[in-house]
């Protein structure tokens, strides 16, 4: 019955198939030689099946364990050096039909504030996240067919990239819309976004079906098979995730990475990136109501299993996470976090005032931007606004055959330095300018190409003199 190369949901996730994985990691947790073995083939950088994966997020070897961690952090560095990506989210509606029951647009909620901007307010939201020194955009919408049609979010799309306010630009649209047709993913491609992302909530169709108990979203082959409609429409830049918290975490484990697997085996792309969520409080929802919650150390556990498994994704955690956490998260796998985020509608441009509030989630971390920004420098990273793959044709099997074999490095560091330099040009504080600069200095010197580097150089005095948006 699992089949990773079929289109049926119920076959490339096979129930069976994950029920068997967990009992084989529960059978070989303490297998040293196994252990052993499964971590030798993790240090050849190439990835591994949903199934090693679990042994190792079930390890109950204290040494094991510290050997895994060590290596997430050493596959982390190999791939994505010392850089964090930066983005964020814009609600744009929380207009709702469905009935998702952890979620508070739930169609049913009467008492939260029901928004959708106009193209005036996305625009004055868009100023507002230029202003902060955003380039890159995650866009959210519920899913209502009557007030956010497909229509309403390609003129959204055509609106925000529209906008040039001062020095600023968003260059980069990612969509986090329900799922759609594939002539609905291909009207996206068309409109220029980046990644299409789309969470799972959980792959555990029992418990998916009693979680959205209603409307479109209620159907799981409709829902899981997403990815592959929109590859189908030309998107070939995917986002995965899951909402941990729904289900039980091995299990959710496991199908994400039989999802990986699926997209390999069909499209020939794994998923551009994975996000880790985990349930939070929000207006009409408690997180305690939900029995399947994760505690710290195994969600760090299970951004380690899965920066292993599958080096050469993006991982992203949100502002639903504290410093703290993301702080660690970000040692073992993250490799883009957002930044002054505001998960209402129109938060950017206008506070809501306390008895009119949209948001989908607490936010945990309410850094600003410039917070985050230099917090991440001070631990030595280096913050980057850098947009430039797909805005040179790098997406889907392009994209990947340079991240496997590494040599999409020459062109992170010196893309990151370039929009570093832009972010503390045009909107950072003098002590986050202060350290940037010295940063980007110490930086230069790690780009081994000579000829880059000077290139980079010539950019970065272009840039204070005014010019913006220089790629690799
Ligand atoms: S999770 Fe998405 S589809 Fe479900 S209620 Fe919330 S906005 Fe709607
Ligand atoms: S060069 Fe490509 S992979 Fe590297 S940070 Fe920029 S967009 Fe991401």
Redesign the pocket.
């Known amino acids: 019955m699992y089949d990773p190369k079929s289109l049926k949901a119920e076959e490339f996730i096979c129930h069976q198939e994950v029920l068997d994985t967990l009992e084989f990691a529960e059978k070989n947790k303490n297998n040293r030689k196994l252990i052993d073995k499964i971590l030798e083939k993790a240090r050849l950088r190439k990835g591994l099946s949903h199934r090693e994966a679990i042994v190792l997020l079930d390890c109950a070897l204290e040494d094991k364990n510290k050997e895994i961690f060590a290596l997430a952090e050493q596959i982390k560095k190999d791939y994505y050096g010392n850089r964090i990506v930066m983005f964020a989210p814009l609600y744009l509606s929380?207009y709702?039909?469905?009935?998702?029951v952890?979620?508070?647009?739930?169609?049913k909620n009467k008492h939260i504030a029901r928004k959708k901007l106009t193209q005036e307010e996305i625009a004055r939201e868009v100023i507002a996240l230029q202003d902060m020194g955003h380039k890159r955009l995650a866009l959210?919408?519920?899913?209502?067919p009557v007030n956010n049609p497909i229509e309403y979010i390609l003129e959204s799309i055509k609106t925000i990239y529209s906008i040039k306010h001062k020095n600023g630009a968003i260059r980069r649209v990612n969509v986090n819309i329900?799922a759609t047709t594939v002539e609905n993913y291909r009207k996206l491609k068309e409109a220029g976004i980046g990644t299409y992302i789309l969470?799972q909530?959980t792959y555990h169709k029992e418990s998916y079906e009693k979680l959205?108990p209603k409307?479109p979203?209620h159907n799981y082959a409709y829902h899981t098979e997403a990815m592959d409609r929109a590859m189908e429409g030309g998107i070939d830049d995917v986002g995965l995730g899951v909402l941990f918290g729904l289900e039980l975490y091995r299990y959710e484990f496991a199908a994400l990475l039989m999802h990986a697997e699926h997209l390999e085996a069909v499209h020939g792309v794994g998923p551009h990136t994975i996000s880790v969520p985990r349930i939070k409080h929000a207006d009409d929802i408690d997180p305690n109501v939900f029995d399947n919650g994760i505690d710290d150390d195994i969600f760090a556990k299970i951004i380690a299993c899965i920066r292993i498994s599958v080096p050469y994704t993006g991982m992203i955690i949100s502002t639903r996470e504290s410093k703290a956490c993301r702080e660690k998260a970000l040692h073992y796998g993250i490799s883009q976090i957002s930044g002054g985020s505001k998960t209402s509608v129109g938060g950017y441009a206008e506070e809501e005032p306390e008895d009119h509030k949209s948001e989908?989630f607490d936010v945990s971390d309410k850094r600003t931007l410039d917070e985050v920004v230099r917090w991440l420098m001070e631990q030595g990273y280096v913050p980057s606004f850098c947009t430039a793959c797909y805005r040179e044709g790098r997406t889907g099997d392009r994209f990947m055959a340079l991240c496997k074999n590494m040599q999409i490095h020459n062109c992170c560091l010196p893309n990151a330095l370039m929009t570093l330099k832009e972010y503390i040009q045009d909107y950072a504080s003098p002590e986050t300018k202060l350290l940037g600069e010295a940063l980007i200095a110490s930086e230069l010197d790690n780009i081994p190409n000579e000829k880059v580097r000077n290139i980079v150089k010539a950019n970065l005095e272009n840039i204070v003199k005014g010019q913006r948006d220089f790629r690799f």
């Open positions: 929380n709702c039909v469905n009935g998702c952890y979620c508070p647009y739930h169609a959210e919408a519920g899913e209502d329900a969470f909530e959205h409307g979203k989908q």
